[in-house]
């Protein structure tokens, strides 16, 4: 079989080299010209030439930021050049939509941008693993995001949690939000709604009961506990729960930055007796861990 031809001009690297440790670290270095023998140079497209990538998983803009970038953009200008790739007409986007967007808002007709030679699969990475590592993503664009990565591009369960830095579990259970109904989806998405109250819902199966009773668990502000034990008595398997005492019932407070810190670190998290417990699966789980909060840094 004839080795796969290197078409992103970068030594040999390669971009497998640097997926699941730094993409934004990698763009950068394009960017500012850091790549081995890139030889590449800064050029103005016009930007009507410019095609939106069709990879782009982030599907939300906060048009208040765009307005305040391309205030930004007037006076200052674009500081980091968009990155495209030459196509039969035009260009495509591959980085850089915000700036665009702001662009044109700031009535700019050029914009500054490097081609390089990316093959669609790596197109579909970049777009989705940076959007991913800032944080960029709503839950349901992220879970959008990750099955493509598996069905578009076969990765496994093991390969993805790699690749963007979570634990398994954190993955497959973000995927399953795409078993709601749309239009709970769309709480979701306006954060009318946090993942955690959601997924319990998937087990009532009907999308019109899953509907009702996510506008109950929304109008009742129920907590993820009080979701649960709704769900159960919904579908007739309501479970005693275990008796506590009344003094151990924790405060609201704890038990959403418990929730919080669940969705920031893609595990479980207990806060009880003056004691923060975050579970990890392994090694690898902890060292995850370990660099979001920021205790280690990545080589």
């Not at 990475?125 to 993503?137: F, G, S, Y």
């Not at 038990?255 to 003056?274: A, Y």
């Amino acid at each position: 079989m004839a080795e796969k031809k290197n078409r992103s001009g970068l030594g040999g690297r390669g971009l497998d080299a640097i997926f699941g440790t730094n993409v934004e670290q990698f763009l950068d270095e394009i960017q500012n010209n850091k790549t081995e023998g890139s030889g590449r140079r800064e050029v103005q497209i016009p930007i009507r030439e410019i095609r939106p990538n069709p990879y782009q998983p982030r599907k939300e803009f906060d048009q208040a930021a765009l307005n305040e970038l391309a205030d930004s953009i007037r006076t200052h200008g674009i500081f980091t050049p968009l990155l495209v790739r030459k196509s039969v007409q035009g260009y495509v986007l591959i980085t850089g939509e915000r700036r665009l967007r702001a662009a044109e808002i700031a009535g700019l007709t050029e914009v500054p941008a490097i081609e390089v030679d990316f093959t669609d699969e790596e197109m579909m990475e970049i777009a989705i693993l940076e959007n991913v590592q800032r944080e960029d993503l709503n839950p349901i664009e992220e879970a959008t995001a990750y099955e493509s990565l598996v069905k578009k591009l076969g990765y496994t369960q093991e390969k993805l949690a790699e690749r963007v830095g979570k634990s398994r579990e954190y993955c497959a259970n973000i995927m399953r939000l795409l078993k709601l109904p749309s239009e709970v989806q769309k709480l979701v998405v306006e954060k009318k709604l946090t993942m955690s109250h959601v997924r319990p819902l998937l087990s009532l199966g009907d999308e019109d009961q899953i509907y009702e009773a996510a506008r109950q668990v929304m109008k009742n502000k129920m907590s993820v506990r009080e979701v649960e034990a709704y769900v159960h008595e919904l579908s007739g398997t309501e479970v005693k729960p275990k008796p506590k005492k009344k003094a151990e019932t924790k405060d609201p407070w704890i038990r959403d930055l418990e929730q919080r810190m669940q969705e920031k670190l893609g595990t479980r998290v207990n806060i009880s007796g003056k004691q923060l417990q975050i579970s990890y699966s392994d090694t690898d789980d902890l060292n995850r861990i370990l660099e979001i909060i920021g205790c280690i840094s990545e080589d």
